[in-house]
């Protein structure tokens, strides 16, 4: 249960001890959490946000209730038409919270590529404003990073959950854990051709729930030009400059899948699709040049893009979406 704005302010006075993954940061294990003087937090949760305000506070309250507590959450208001998040925001007692409201809006890529500019933390968490955090969710990655030092990302394990927050298992989420990699109970390792290969063949990651390493995040960005696959877009990015990801099996993030999201109402408009066909092309092109010729030909018929655009075209016939229709066709085709 994640606790009320009372238990938040009670638990962030609390005497916490960080275990050994601190020697990763230099931090001394033995010294109580309230006790220590930081020059920086271990990780930055960046919180670009816009949308609604009550699953706005929910997924604050879990970076709140986290058991690793050497963070900074940094919100950065894309210009929702609500004055509630900055009183809210405003009233929590807890100097690592910022709040910051762009003076126009960016759009989601222009505020993550925002949210970046302030990252000082060595990692990096982009957290999706009406996700969730378990309890475990950073001490998880923390503890990851500190096990694999080369890594660039972590996935941790993600349960999918809908408007309400009750489990679900949409047909989209049953396919990205079939694609997934791994299946052991310790973590797997994937770099090179062999993650951009993955990725291309299903796009299995949660955006919301990778943890980067700053280095790598702020020094390859988010590509300007994509509103929907920008998160794949980075990725793809680091695999090709030989980086490591590594997915790691527990449990630690609830992601909030529902139909009003930007990237379903793209997708069922056909946006989204022209936005990947666009982008699938690219990366053929790239990887081909790279030698990398499973990735290439995985970028090439990008199979589970053109079934999830058939799934659609079913809901668009039902609802009469002639427009949708056309564009969802001659994504399956093309």
Same mark, same amino acid.
């Given at each position: 249960?994640i ?8 638990f962030?006075?609390?005497?916490i001890?960080?275990p050994?993954?601190?020697? %990763?940061f230099g ?5 109580p ?8 937090a271990?990780v930055?949760?960046?919180f670009?946000?816009?949308g609604?305000?009550e ?7 879990s ?6 507590q050497d963070w ?5 208001d ?5 004055p509630?998040?900055?009183r809210w ?5 807890d100097e690592?919270v ?8 960016l759009?989601?890529n222009?505020?993550y590529?925002?949210?970046? /500019? ?15 955090m378990?309890?475990?969710?950073l001490? +998880?990655?923390v503890?990851?990073?500190a096990?694999?030092?080369t890594a660039?990302v972590?996935?941790?394990g993600v349960?999918v959950?809908? /408007?309400?927050g009750?489990a ?11 694609a997934? $990699?791994?299946?052991?109970? +310790? $973590? ?5 051709e062999?993650?951009? +290969?993955s990725l ?12 980067w390493r700053?280095?790598t995040? +702020? ?5 300007? /030009?994509?509103d929907?696959?920008q998160d794949?877009?980075l990725l ?11 997915l790691?099996p527990e449990l630690?993030f609830?992601?909030r ?8 109402v793209?997708a069922?408009?056909?946006?989204? %699709?022209? /936005?990947?066909?666009? %982008? %699938? ?5 790239r ?7 499973k ?6 018929l990008?199979i ?5 655009a ?5 809901? *668009? ?8 229709? *056309?564009?969802?066709t001659?994504h399956?085709?093309?």
């Open positions: 249960m606790p009320n704005e009372s238990t938040q302010r009670a962030s006075l609390r005497t001890h960080i050994i993954v601190g020697l %990763f931090i001394n294990p033995s010294q959490y309230s006790c220590r003087k930081f020059s920086m271990s930055d949760v960046l670009p946000y816009y609604d305000v699953l706005m506070k929910k997924a604050a309250r970076v709140l209730s986290q058991q690793f900074r959450l940094v919100v950065v894309d210009g929702y038409p609500d509630e998040p900055a925001f405003g009233e929590l007692d690592r910022s709040y910051q409201r762009n003076a126009s809006n759009g989601a222009g505020n590529r925002r949210a970046l /500019e302030l990252v000082e933390a060595p990692l990096t968490v982009i957290m999706g404003a009406d996700d969730l378990l309890p475990n969710y001490q +998880t990655v503890d990851t990073f096990a694999y030092p660039d972590v996935q941790p349960q959950i809908d /408007e309400n009750a679900v298992a949409p047909l989209v989420d049953r396919v990205k854990s079939i997934m $990699p791994g299946g052991a109970p +310790t $973590p797997t390792v994937l770099q090179g062999r993650l951009a +290969t291309l063949h299903a796009g299995w990651h949660y955006f919301p729930s990778l943890a700053s280095e995040i +702020t020094r390859i960005g988010f590509r300007p /030009e994509f929907v696959v794949l877009a793809l990015d680091i695999a090709a400059g030989g980086g490591t990801m590594v790691q630690a609830l992601y899948r529902h139909s009003g999201s930007d990237s379903s793209r069922l408009d056909g946006r989204r %699709f022209d /936005e990947e066909r666009r %982008f %699938f092309e690219i990366e053929a092109e990887f081909a040049a790279l030698g990398w010729h990735a290439a030909r995985a970028a090439s990008h589970t893009s053109r079934l999830n058939v799934a659609l075209l079913a809901t *668009s016939l039902l609802k009469g979406r002639k427009a949708s229709i *056309s564009s969802l001659r399956v085709v093309r």
